[in-house]
């Protein structure tokens, strides 16, 4: 066979090999081909001498323009550190109605806080601070301990039965377990607690031993009328957001056993500023999102 033989169709020479009718051609590389290549490797070298590109020993070829990618983030980092710092202090210098008329501070406040809240309290009051059972809703409007800026300020610091000195105690007492009422009277009261917010209609004679039962052991908590009291963190029992839940069967294992929330203290965990954006966050972001 011929090595100048040349396919029919295309023109190309062959190789000169065929098999069971297939003829390998001799194509040449197109010459776009062979330039793409070589500016390739024209460019690599280039950049090898521009940037950092050889490990050595110890080091690495710094390269002509200088570029450090390295210097380049911590630079960029200590910049947003610098800013952090800035708006950090501003938020702890000012007090909550001041940063509330700071739109600035407050598109930051908006921006973080999550990162915050998902960090700290998120495990307890949920992603959008609905709470759960046993854990308060933060944005029903119903406070345990209040829900104006020094109260919630406080209560983020101290926590609710926590470690700290000041801590906010609160326990209800397990009137059935410590022998206080029988099983019928905690009945009794708990029908009685759950007319005070409509969720029951007992009657007269119902309604009268419980009121007395009330009176007797709840009032010197939760008021004469059942509205609760932030001093002691004793629930509004009138209103409809419960903390435990307002069924019959959860009122008398309230009641009977007794209640001890716990909240931790933030004071040692989180800075002023930190604070400060948690409550904003609870008092003025997450409401707006509602």
């Excluded at 509330?100 to 973080?112: H, I, P, S, Y």
């Amino acid at each position: 066979m011929s090595v100048d033989e040349r396919d029919p169709l295309t023109g190309h020479r062959t190789t000169g090999h065929e098999w069971n009718g297939i003829t390998e051609l001799n194509t040449r590389v197109p010459r776009a081909v062979w330039w793409a290549i070589g500016l390739t490797h024209a460019w690599a070298v280039l950049m090898w001498f521009l940037l950092p590109s050889w490990p050595l020993v110890t080091t690495y070829t710094k390269g002509l323009l200088g570029v450090d990618q390295r210097q380049l983030v911590a630079g960029q980092l200590a910049a947003a550190a610098r800013d952090h710092d800035q708006w950090m202090s501003r938020i702890a210098s000012e007090d909550l109605p001041t940063i509330r008329g700071d739109k600035e501070l407050m598109a930051t406040v908006a921006e973080v806080a999550p990162a915050l809240w998902g960090d700290n309290c998120q495990a307890c009051h949920g992603r959008v601070a609905t709470g759960g059972p046993g854990f308060p809703d933060l944005v029903d409007k119903s406070w345990l301990w209040g829900g104006d800026d020094d109260a919630v300020l406080e209560t983020i610091r101290v926590g609710v039965n926590s470690a700290h000195p000041d801590t906010r105690t609160s326990q209800m007492l397990a009137f059935g377990a410590g022998g206080m009422l029988t099983r019928d009277e905690i009945r009794t009261v708990a029908t009685y607690v759950q007319s005070l917010s409509g969720l029951a209609t007992p009657d007269d004679a119902t309604r009268q031993a419980g009121a007395q039962l009330f009176a007797d052991n709840c009032a010197s908590c939760h008021g004469d009328d059942g509205t609760g009291d932030t001093s002691l963190g004793a629930p509004n029992l009138t209103d409809a957001f419960w903390l435990y839940g307002s069924d019959s069967e959860t009122l008398f294992r309230t009641i009977y056993g007794g209640r001890h929330g716990w909240m931790p203290t933030w004071e040692s965990r989180l800075s002023e500023a930190q604070r400060k954006i948690l409550a904003l966050y609870v008092l003025n972001v997450l409401p707006e999102k509602q």
